[in-house]
């Protein structure tokens, strides 16, 4: 596994588990010093257990060296970074394609070269080209194996997979089926929950991981559509989310209105694939829709906030609950908070933030008059108007009394509709949420009327 980051620890742990024997290549020396350690650099639920169980039992281990690493390996994974490159926006392949180098210069039989990085169309025949180049005697085959991990979730993702999806190589003369036999058996345990296992061609794999993840930012941004027109006309989104959900062909997963979506994949894939698109000549207008309601919405919410509390927020207190761009994880990477925090900041506002888990990581993106809390119910005393961001459990657990006796206002901001209007508004809260009628709602509709 080349690549001790997100993707390549969370992988390589889990086929660890699945009995294969796993050496995973870190070249920045504090990383690989606490993986082997045991510690792992990034919160995600269970993997730090996972790691240090299979550490012991000798099937994973770490190191900076990839001759050692790939020595008698059947399959190299590729999982380092890609990030955006500066500029154009495009995925940067430096160092996918050093790896790739790097590897064949290592390999010193026949291996499966596999891409684990989310990279453009044509990436995988390209590093099959690196390494002919670089070792003409070499026989290998290349294949493109894409991660739907969700943050948070990425061990269960990995071992329960709604599907595994593995493109090869087509060659004429079935060149690819030797490849396929290396992924079977690295995949044999998911083959006995009967997790379905695809495989396709390189292109077809590498466009599958974009167009899932495109497909899900639109659900997304469709939902938060419907809860704009909700508010508009009196409906309420959750009922229009369960309605058309339940129809098998639309799913009711991802239909959550909120204040859009954030994190390493949706904002990055969904413009990869625009510029797939672009470059490829085809038409990509869908995924452009999905990403402007996104970028709209997620500017649009410090407007919304402001709004709630009468026109401007200068001079009041602000209580921000949960920064992440999600919950169960400490990644803030375009995360909606940001653009709110500075917003309220901008207009005078002293904002007092708590997020569980993201404090430390959220620090690089806030503003610098921002007050860090030690809990909830801290950030929540003598504010004006409280707002959730993002929804850990922790904050559902939370009685509206208990906010309404801490706080100096009375208005509480859901932006992703984890209370209960009712019990809200018995307590004696201004609440307003997304797309569902509330009293603070109603009043901007009657004003809009008006
Ligand atoms: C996503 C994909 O789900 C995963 O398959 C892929 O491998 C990586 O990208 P992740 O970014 O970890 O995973 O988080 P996810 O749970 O998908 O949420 C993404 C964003 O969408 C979050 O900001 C979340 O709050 C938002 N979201 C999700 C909604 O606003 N509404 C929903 O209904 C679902």
Not at 142 to 164: K, W
Not at 207 to 216: E, H, P, R, V
Request: glycine share 10%; proline share 5%; net charge negative.
């Amino acid at each position: 596994m080349i690549g001790g980051g997100y993707v390549g620890l969370v992988s390589g742990a889990c086929f660890a588990e699945f009995g294969v024997e796993v050496a995973v290549v870190e070249t920045h020396p504090g990383r690989l010093e606490s993986l082997r350690q045991g510690r792992i650099p990034i919160y995600e639920p269970g993997l730090d257990t996972l790691v240090a169980a299979n550490i012991a039992a000798g099937r994973l281990s770490f190191g900076d060296d990839i001759r050692e690493a790939v020595a008698g390996a059947e399959a190299v994974f590729i999982a380092v970074g890609t990030p955006p490159r500066n500029g154009d926006g495009h995925a940067d392949l430096t160092y996918v394609f050093a790896a790739a180098e790097q590897v064949a210069q290592a390999l010193s039989g026949y291996a499966v070269i596999v891409t684990k990085s989310t990279v453009p169309v044509g990436t995988s025949r390209r590093i099959a080209e690196i390494v002919r180049h670089a070792r003409p005697d070499l026989e290998f085959d290349v294949a493109s194996n894409p991660e739907f991990l969700r943050e948070g979730s990425a061990i269960a993702d990995f071992m329960r997979p709604d599907r595994v999806v593995i493109g090869t190589d087509v060659t004429q003369d079935g060149g690819s089926e030797r490849a396929q036999e290396v992924m079977r058996r690295l995949y044999r345990p998911l083959y006995l929950i009967e997790a379905p296992i695809l495989f396709t061609s390189l292109e077809s794999s590498e466009l599958i991981k974009y167009a899932a993840n495109s497909f899900l930012a639109m659900k997304i941004s469709f939902i938060n559509e419907m809860a704009d027109l909700c508010e508009r006309v009196g409906g309420d989104v959750h009922d229009v989310a369960r309605g058309i959900g339940l129809d098998g062909r639309i799913g009711r997963k991802f239909l959550h209105a909120g204040p859009g979506y954030g994190g390493s994949c949706f904002p990055k894939d969904t413009l990869a694939l625009m510029r797939i698109a672009q470059e490829a000549g085809a038409s990509s207008r869908l995924v452009e829709a999905t990403v402007q309601v996104n970028d709209a919405r997620k500017a649009s919410m410090g407007a919304r906030i402001m709004s709630a509390c009468g026109g401007s927020v200068r001079g009041k207190t602000i209580a921000v609950l949960g920064l992440t761009f999600k919950p169960e994880t400490d990644d803030m990477r375009d995360a909606p908070s940001i653009p709110i925090v500075h917003r309220l900041v901008e207009n005078g506002a002293a904002v007092r933030v708590y997020d569980p888990v993201g404090m430390e990581a959220a620090r690089a993106s806030m503003p610098e008059r921002v007050t860090y809390c030690a809990d909830a119910l801290d950030a929540a005393r003598d504010a004006d108007a409280l707002i959730l961001v993002t929804e850990w459990n922790a904050f559902r657990a939370i009685a509206p009394a208990r906010l309404r006796d801490l706080m100096r206002g009375r208005i509480v901001i859901d932006l992703r509709n984890v209370y209960d209007p009712a019990a809200m508004a018995a307590a004696g809260l201004d609440y307003s949420s997304i797309g569902r009628p509330s009293r603070g709602q109603a009043k901007t509709l009657e004003a809009q009327v008006g």
